[in-house]
């Protein structure tokens, strides 16, 4: 099975990626990197673990970056919720994360991995970026880097241009990516365009089992926040970035081009700036999404859901 390390912030989507890489049977999920993102990491670690318990799986979970790697940034909690899952009051998770700091574990499991590694970032690019200050060897090790971020045409979800793991800690993410040679990249507007009805999503939640219950649980806030604002439609950034992480053979079209990350720009801080006519002569590094199988995606997260 492909080992796969998953840097996180959950979060209602994380949380919905997660369930679907717990589910894969080819892959084996070695551990959680937890950053702050949505909400404080207090909450994101906690929030890990519960996962981890509701799914009955004992991935170790690795708590990291509390903060951006400069400047403070807000947090995404008018969308998941005061502790990140709906505000629901679930009683914490018995396990503690473990002692080791994510960005450490990162490096330690690309080692043990090494070569062989998927490496699916869900969140802001904080722990990876100091895992790479710590060790710049760290792409050498790593067989697929797969992110959830930016906004390819610069429509943005946090300001006008920029998505919020990139604009969170846009200084972590310009590391990350021009550290990585090549990575595959899922942003914000692949995820408008494969939205989940919410009619059907219902059906999923209604599923008999652990998972799907909880899930409708602490999505119910934002379920409803989002049909408030974008109508039938409901999004997961970070499950249309787990689908590509884990099925690519469902990407229907990908292009490849020089992404970087913008960091001044009194309206344009955090934007990820596609190259899309190759002006600069930059090597192409990021294969961007486009399009997935809307079918396989649907597939993915219902099987995610009804698991137990
Ligand atoms: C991304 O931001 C977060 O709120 C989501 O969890 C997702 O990773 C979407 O812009
Ligand atoms: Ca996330």
């Not at 067989?143 to 979800?157: F, K, P, Y």
């Not at 990820?272 to 396989?296: H, S």
Request: aromatic share 6%; with cysteine.
């Amino acid at each position: 099975r492909i080992p796969l390390l998953i840097d996180t912030d959950p979060g209602v989507d994380d949380a919905l990626a997660l369930l679907m890489a717990f589910n894969d049977p080819r892959h084996e999920v070695v551990g959680l990197s937890i950053a702050a993102g949505n909400v404080g990491l207090a909450h994101t670690v906690a929030n890990a673990l519960k996962l981890c318990e509701v799914a009955g799986v004992d991935v170790p979970v690795f708590a990291g970056c509390a903060e951006p790697l400069l400047h403070p940034a807000r947090d995404a909690a008018y969308v998941h919720g005061r502790d990140g899952f709906g505000d629901i009051g679930y009683p914490p998770a018995t396990r503690a994360a473990e002692n080791e700091h994510a960005a450490l574990a990162i490096l330690r499991l690309s080692h043990e991995h090494a070569g062989k590694l998927l490496l699916v970032a869900l969140g802001p690019l904080s722990n990876i970026a100091l895992a790479l200050k710590l060790d710049p060897t760290l792409p050498s090790r790593v067989a697929r880097l797969v992110v959830m971020g930016g906004a390819v045409t610069a429509h943005g979800n946090i300001t006008p241009a920029a998505e919020f793991n990139i604009a969170f800690d846009p200084e972590a993410a310009h590391i990350v990516l021009s550290a990585f040679p090549h990575f595959d990249l899922a942003d914000w507007e692949a995820t408008i365009a494969h939205g989940l009805l919410h009619d059907e999503v219902l059906g999923w939640l209604a599923a008999d089992s652990e998972r799907a219950r909880f899930y409708e649980a602490i999505s119910r806030k934002t379920r409803e926040w989002s049909a408030d604002r974008r109508g039938d439609h409901w999004h997961s950034a970070d499950g249309l970035a787990m689908a590509y992480a884990l099925q690519p053979e469902g990407a229907v079209e990908v292009e490849s081009r020089p992404v970087a990350v913008e960091l001044e720009g009194r309206h344009t801080r955090g934007a990820t700036i596609v190259d899309w006519l190759r002006q600069d002569g930059a090597p192409d590094n990021a294969r961007i999404l486009l399009k997935y199988d809307q079918a396989r995606f649907e597939r993915l997260v219902r099987a995610a859901l009804a698991a137990v």
